[in-house]
């Protein structure tokens, strides 16, 4: 044994592989587990997509703090992921402040009387031509990266367990109220 050799361990192919640019999801995914985790899920993918501007750009955001006021700064991250597209030769014509206006209101909606709250799980809808043009980024400068389209055992709970809660929740807004 030679104490001045280089290591030969072998790398895993997995520990190798690129990791995507932006936050990677599939758009079916980004939907349902925001409509089940009654909007819980977007300040999670608000989260990652800061964590990765932060790992790309070197700028100190505060990405926790970022996510949980996202319907008011969701502007720069918008106009960031499409700028960057656009320099990378992708197709990203979104309009960014009238998605992220839509993000503000749509998150309002909430605050509605019943049955009209249930437009508040609209808000995703502005969130997917800004994950098709982060997904796009990914396909073109990280092939190899996982584009996290399947859904995992946490996942499937999430679905489920919060189905279930979404389906009461509707019910429970269009019942009649006894008086």
Not at 1 to 8: I, K, S, V
Not at 115 to 126: C, I, R
Request: hydrophobic content about 55%; aromatic content about 12%; charged content about 10%.
């Amino acid at each position: 044994m030679n104490p001045y050799a280089a290591p030969t361990a072998k790398v895993d192919a997995a520990a190798s592989a690129p990791e995507p640019v932006f936050f990677a999801v599939s758009g079916l995914k980004l939907a349902l587990m925001s409509v089940v985790t009654l909007g819980l899920y977007e300040v999670y993918w608000f989260y990652k997509n800061w964590k990765c501007v932060q790992r790309n750009s070197g700028d100190r955001v505060n990405a926790p703090l970022r996510a949980i006021f996202y319907p008011v700064i969701s502007y720069p991250l918008f106009k960031r992921i499409r700028s960057h597209a656009q320099g990378s030769g992708v197709q990203a014509d979104f309009p960014a402040g009238a998605l992220a206006g839509a993000v503000f209101v749509l998150t309002l909606l909430w605050r509605l009387p019943d049955p009209w709250w249930l437009a508040g799980f609209l808000g995703v809808v502005a969130l997917l031509p800004v994950q098709a043009a982060a997904n796009a980024i990914n396909r073109k400068q990280a092939p190899a990266a996982d584009p996290n389209t399947r859904f995992t055992g946490w996942n499937i709970l999430g679905l489920v367990a919060g189905g279930l809660v979404v389906i009461l929740a509707i019910i429970g807004a269009f019942a009649p109220v006894p008086e």
